[in-house]
């Protein structure tokens, strides 16, 4: 059962896996997955289906659970400099790379709440290097100032911080970020996507080249590691995930 | 230590005691959040370790809070928090934001018996911002000016719940991997656990589950109450009913629906354990 149709969530797992291989970032040798994040844990899993030796700590894995010293042991490693590489999402994502988990209106989101910052504020400055995603790409999602920061993208100098976002990846597209202009620029854009609908989409302001690159879509090889043994892997954390995407229920 | 009926261990909690709970991952104890609310808990100041879930979703539902300290409220792949979120906007809890690390640290400190730890990160977010409590000094430590970091007050919350697997009949209870249960209890006033079962023996006798039991010192008082964290999660006892808590999650999303639901799964008399 060969299935060509490439689903949105299985091209973002390609993306997000080849931003963490590549060479020109501090290596990834132990990466961290927060909750409820089921296609950054896919990338993950690819990348070490596919053969590349990588430590992976699965906050939410019930079984066989990474963390023996409760759930501050993440934190502990994470402050010693010894988890490489971790995923941050935001209800609410500006240009400088400032994420807002918290919500909109008067503090503490009296417009529309989020459900909160999770470990962000801590992650984000002590990881070396952060990977944003977010599947929704909208102005709402993407705007000129977050109105919270619930972790900052850039720090003032003199403030202890090991890295930044390597790059926002989306629905529709890829940005890098280069912390010393605290600026995105348009890496790829999706599938079905071209520059001024990534343009329109945005709230904040970037660089584009010119003409913007297309992500190269999944390899056969890639699909048929996210459809086997990557989804084995995620059935037990991530159920309804499996079954939307994969198709695949977890046996009773 | 005689095991206790759970309506009795709710009973203890006296209205407006500040109430730590783990959340869905990590040992909540669902039966006594129930009972929280048939006891028609008031005033409860609420502490996620490190964030919070569909236990704390509930209490707030019922009306048992005015304030909820966490890193985050979710009932993660069912979604946002529904009450939780209703009632913050009606104005009827306080929302005190935090970050997971720092709601660590802060019950580490109280572990420790010291007044406050320091913690890297946060400089620059606006819960630091929101948060005069939690200040900021220079590192005495760096040799030269200008490593600014931040310094948490010692959180004691009144009464840690939890639900574990297993107690012995001294009080020792054993939560495994789990050890946030064990920093927790560590840190409070009161540990009020419930369990699966009872152990037949000494946990503390057993090389294999002393290290991933809590000493009878810091545990008040226990009850027995099978599938106490349902519909969570537990260990490798039960999976999550991904059923029932996205049905929650849907009725919850009105303040009728949500009565409805309280009705059926917890005043109702077979809801009672």
Known sequence: MTDATIRPEERLAAVLARLILDPAAPPARHIAVGAASPIPAAACWLVKKAGHPVRLSLLHKRSGNPFTEGTRELFDLTGQGRIDLFF????????QANINLIGTGEWPGMGVRFPGSFGSAFMYMMTPR????REEHSTRVLVPRVEHVSAPGVSAPGVFRRGTAQALVTGKGVFRFDPARARFT???VHAGEDAASLRDATGFDYDAPEPVPLTPEPTPEELALLRGPVCDEMLETYPEFCARVFNRRQAA | MKPEAVEALAARIPDGARVALPPDNSLPSLALAKALIRKGARGLRLIGVPVSGLATDMLIGAGCVVEVETSAVSLGEAGFAPRFSAALKEGRITVRDATCPAMHTMLQAAEK??????????????ILRNRPDWKVI????????????????ALQPDFALFHAVLADREGNVWVGRR?????????????LVTVERLHPGNLLEDERLAPGTINATYITALAVAERGAHPVAL???????NGHVAAYARAARTAEGFQAWLAEHVLAPEAVA
Request: charged share 20%; aromatic share 6%.
């Open chain 2, 179 to 191: 050890r946030e249960c064990a920093t927790l209890a560590h840190a409070s006033r009161h540990a």
């Open chain 2, 235 to 241: 260990l490798d006892e039960y999976g999550a009913d």
């Open chain 1, 186 to 188: 348009l890496d790829s």
């Open chain 1, 130 to 133: 952060t990977i944003l995603f």
């Open chain 2, 113 to 126: 018996g010291v007044p406050f730890m320091p913690l890297r990160g946060l400089i620059g977010s606006d």
């Open chain 1, 88 to 95: 941050l999402g935001g209800g609410q994502i500006d240009g």
């Open chain 2, 138 to 153: 220079d590192n005495p430590f760096a040799g030269h000016d200008g490593d600014p970091i931040v310094l948490l007050p």
